[in-house]
C-alpha cells in the first residue's frame, strides 16, 4: 500500500481561482491556486491592494491561533486563516507544491465543506514534476489528551483517518468515520460534508470577533431544540462526523508531507490535531522521514532527532 507515497512530486497544471466570503470575517475573499516548482511545498501568501504582505509555508510550526479554524501566523493583520478545508483538498489529492495567493486575509468559506476547492483542482489538472517525493513514516504510537477527548498517530501501512466524535446532543450524538484516504475517497465521501454549529453559541462566538460571515449557505445550523434547521437537511446521515475527519486531514496536512500510519481521534479539534501533529515530530524514535533533507523546510532539525534516535 506504500507505492503510492513514492514517485515524482506534483503541481497543477494551471492556475485558477475561487471567489467567496470568510466565513469568520464576513468580508470577500478570494484564493488563486497556482503551480509551483518542485520542493515549493504549499506556500500561502497574503496580499493587500496588490502588495504582498506576508508568505507562510503551511507547516505546523506556522501554524496560530486554533480556536474555531486553523491560522498561519499570529498577527491579525498579516495571518491567513481558516486554511484547513483548501489544505485538506491538496492532501487528499497528493498535491506537494502550489503557491496560493489570497485576498482578504481568509480562505472562502464557499458552502463550508472542501467541495469546491477539490471541483477547482480537478479543473486546473494535476501535472508530475521532475523531484522525487519522500514521506513520513509512523514508527509507534503517539498519543495526546485534552480532557475526555483525544488524538494519536499509529503504524499502519498505508494512510488511514479514523475519527469518532461524541456530542450531547441526539442530532449528532456519537458518530465515526474510518478509512483509507486517497483522492477519490475524499472527493466522494468527505468533500461536500459541511462545518457545523449550535444555536446557543451564536452570540458567544460573535462577541469574539468568529463566524461573521456564518449562515445556512454555508454551515450546518443546530436550533436549540436539537434540529437541523438548514431547509435542505444534511447531506449524509453522518455529516458531521465526516466533517470532522476533513478537518483533521487539513490539520495533519501541516506536516508538510504524506505521512504513511494511522490518524485516530476522539473528540478531537484543530488545537488537539495540531497537537498531535507536534507531538509525532518531537517523540524520539515515532517517525521517520525519508525525503531528501533540503525539501524538508522547517523540518530539519526534527528529522535529525527522529533519525538518531531510530538508529541508536
Known amino acids: 500500500m506504500l507505492a503510492g507515497f513514492f514517485g515524482l512530486q506534483t503541481t497543477i497544471s494551471s492556475t485558477v481561482r475561487v471567489e467567496g466570503i470568510g466565513v469568520h470575517s464576513g468580508r470577500p475573499a478570494a484564493i ?32 496560530g491561533p486554533t480556536a ?9 493583520e498579516t495571518w491567513v486563516a481558516t486554511v484547513e478545508h483548501v489544505m485538506a483538498a491538496l492532501y487528499a489529492y497528493g498535491i506537494d507544491n502550489v503557491v496560493i495567493a489570497v485576498e482578504g486575509g481568509e480562505m472562502p468559506i464557499m458552502d463550508g465543506s472542501s467541495r469546491v476547492f477539490v471541483n477547482a483542482l480537478e479543473d486546473a489538472g494535476i501535472v508530475k514534476l521532475t523531484e522525487k ?11 495526546v489528551e485534552s480532557g475526555a477527548g483525544w ?13 469518532e466524535i461524541d456530542f450531547d446532543t441526539p442530532v449528532i ?15 466522494d465521501e468527505l468533500a461536500g460534508a459541511r462545518t457545523f454549529g449550535f444555536m446557543r453559541d451564536v452570540e458567544q462566538v ?8 456564518s449562515s445556512l449557505e454555508n454551515s450546518v445550523v443546530i436550533s436549540d431544540d436539537d434540529r437541523v434547521i438548514n431547509p435542505e437537511g444534511l447531506r449524509f446521515k453522518d455529516e458531521f462526523a465526516r466533517h ?39 517523540t524520539p524514535g515515532a517517525c521517520v522521514v525519508t525525503t531528501p533533507r533540503d525539501t524538508i523546510s522547517g523540518f530539519k532539525r526534527r528529522e535529525d532527532a527522529v533519525a538518531a534516535e531510530a538508529v541508536s
Open 32 to 63: 488563486t491556486f497556482q503551480p509551483a516548482e518542485a520542493n515549493t511545498g504549499i506556500v500561502f501568501e497574503r496580499y493587500q491592494d496588490g502588495q504582498r504582505i506576508s508568505a507562510y509555508k503551511a507547516v505546523t510550526e506556522n501554524v
Open 68 to 76: 474555531l479554524c486553523t491560522v498561519l501566523g499570529d498577527r491579525p
Open 133 to 143: 517525493r519522500g514521506y513520513l513514516r509512523v514508527m509507534k504510537t503517539v498519543r
Open 151 to 163: 488524538a494519536e498517530f499509529s503504524p499502519f501501512d498505508g494512510m488511514r483517518f479514523d475519527v
Open 173 to 187: 450524538g456519537r458518530q465515526r468515520w474510518a478509512g483509507n484516504m486517497s483522492g477519490e475517497v475524499f472527493r
Open 206 to 213: 460573535w462577541a469574539r470577533g468568529f463566524a461573521l460571515g
Open 244 to 282: 470532522k475527519t476533513l478537518d483533521a486531514v487539513g490539520d495533519v496536512a501541516m506536516m508538510g508531507m504524506r505521512f504513511a500510519g494511522c490518524f485516530r481521534s476522539y473528540r478531537g479539534g484543530h488545537a488537539l490535531n495540531a497537537k498531535a501533529v507536534q507531538a509525532l515530530f518531537e
